[in-house]
């Protein structure tokens, strides 16, 4: 586990920048050629992201498959997800450290902070506008939100066939956005309520419990954050 590296990191960062600060000195050419390499992953990143922004990458390239549905709201997400100020300016900063790369790389006191604000620049890009557009979609809390609104106070209940005596698992992340307020089906046989389900547990229900009746709310057509199982209300 990185936790127990953790302790590393100080001096290995200390060894790196040093290690640049020898490279600098005694072997420019190396930094100056991945300088240059990082100039052109940060351009390819923003001509990348334009491409995306402008809905020029066909939806047929990933809307097939059995994570068809996921992939699409990805895709769909990095086109038209809400950017403010700030994000604009994150996504085009790789352009800017490039720039000031090619523009001090023949300047050996320029060199290194140069090449470093590449690498900063590209985390930033992919850490603060890329990443949280594609990670958003994976988020269980629309769903949550959904149930809230139709569900405004009282119990929900989860049903699962993937349990063990002993530990009855339920949506965790749903259950959080909710309050804590979803609770294993079978700790309370309710006389009626909402349920959660996954994949084709409704079926296991149905032949489980024939005695009631069950009706489909809500097919999310999204996969839990929790497990990567289809969601059903």
């Given at each position: 586990?990185?936790?127990?590296?953790?302790?590393?990191?100080?001096?290995?960062?200390?060894?790196?920048?040093?290690?640049?600060?020898?490279?600098?000195?005694?072997?420019?050419?190396?930094?100056?050629?991945?300088?240059?390499?990082?100039?052109?992953?940060c351009?390819?990143?923003?001509?990348?992201?334009?491409?995306?922004?402008?809905?020029l990458?066909?939806?047929?390239?990933?809307?097939?498959g059995?994570?068809?549905?996921?992939?699409?709201?990805?895709?769909?997400?990095?086109?038209?997800?809400?950017l403010?100020a700030?994000?604009?300016?994150?996504?085009?900063?790789?352009?800017?450290?490039?720039?000031?790369?090619?523009?001090?790389?023949?300047?050996?006191?320029?060199?290194?902070?140069?090449?470093?604000?590449?690498?900063?620049?590209?985390?930033?890009?992919?850490?603060?506008?890329?990443?949280?557009?594609?990670?958003n979609?994976?988020?269980d809390?629309?769903?949550a939100?959904?149930?809230?609104?139709?569900?405004?106070?009282?119990?929900?209940?989860?049903f699962?066939?993937?349990?063990?005596?002993?530990?009855?698992?339920?949506?965790?992340?749903?259950?959080?956005?909710?309050?804590?307020?979803?609770?294993?089906?079978?700790?309370?046989?309710?006389?009626?309520?909402?349920?959660?389900?996954?994949?084709?547990?409704?079926?296991?229900?149905?032949?489980?419990?024939?005695?009631?009746?069950?009706?489909?709310?809500?097919?999310?057509?999204?996969?839990?954050?929790d497990?990567?199982?289809?969601?059903?209300?």
């Amino acid at each position: 586990r990185s936790v127990y590296l953790l302790p590393v990191y100080p001096f290995v960062a200390y060894y790196v920048a040093v290690l640049f600060l020898w490279l600098r000195d005694h072997r420019a050419g190396l930094v100056r050629g991945f300088g240059h390499l990082l100039g052109v992953l940060c351009v390819l990143l923003v001509v990348a992201f334009a491409v995306l922004r402008l809905g020029l990458v066909p939806e047929s390239i990933v809307g097939h498959g059995s994570h068809a549905d996921q992939n699409l709201a990805m895709l769909r997400a990095l086109a038209a997800g809400p950017l403010g100020a700030l994000e604009w300016a994150g996504a085009v900063l790789p352009l800017a450290a490039a720039a000031w790369f090619w523009k001090v790389r023949k300047m050996p006191q320029c060199l290194v902070w140069a090449t470093v604000a590449e690498v900063v620049a590209v985390f930033v890009t992919l850490d603060a506008v890329v990443l949280p557009l594609v990670l958003n979609t994976k988020s269980d809390k629309p769903q949550a939100e959904f149930v809230r609104r139709t569900v405004p106070e009282g119990l929900v209940y989860s049903f699962r066939t993937d349990v063990v005596p002993g530990n009855p698992l339920h949506p965790f992340t749903i259950n959080y956005y909710l309050g804590d307020r979803v609770v294993p089906f079978t700790a309370f046989m309710p006389r009626s309520g909402y349920l959660l389900t996954g994949d084709n547990d409704i079926e296991a229900f149905r032949q489980r419990y024939p005695d009631y009746r069950v009706r489909l709310v809500a097919d999310f057509n999204h996969r839990s954050c929790d497990d990567r199982r289809m969601l059903y209300f």
